[in-house]
């Protein structure tokens, strides 16, 4: 799923801004100005397509999740792990640590 502004697409295909979606455990579905995306995998994310961005992850994958998501463990020391391993002393670290080309 790829999000950029409200301009969302699912494998390459563009989802109307405004349409419901629902493919292959995949739902998007649009809340006033903002867009959530959901997946049968546990993880939901809304944005307001300009700079807020929710995510949410459901209580089974508790202690499973890493990356921008943290460790989901309630231990706040080692919510900026890096892919490394280690943790990032600073959020901007931490953030420009999960940076794709």
Known sequence: ???WGRNVSVN???VP???PYLHSG???TWLGDWVAVASG???R???DGHQAVTVMVDAELRGSTRGLCGTYN???ADDFQRPEGDV????SSFGNSWKVP
């Not at 990032?88 to 959020?91: D, G, I, N, P, Y």
């Open 88 to 91: 990032a002393a600073f959020a």
């Open 26 to 28: 995949i739902t998007v």
């Open 41 to 43: 995998l546990g993880v």
């Open 17 to 19: 801004e405004g349409q």
């Open 12 to 14: 390459g295909a563009v």
């Open 74 to 76: 309630d231990d706040p």
């Open 1 to 3: 799923v790829t999000l």
């Open 45 to 47: 994310v809304a944005s």
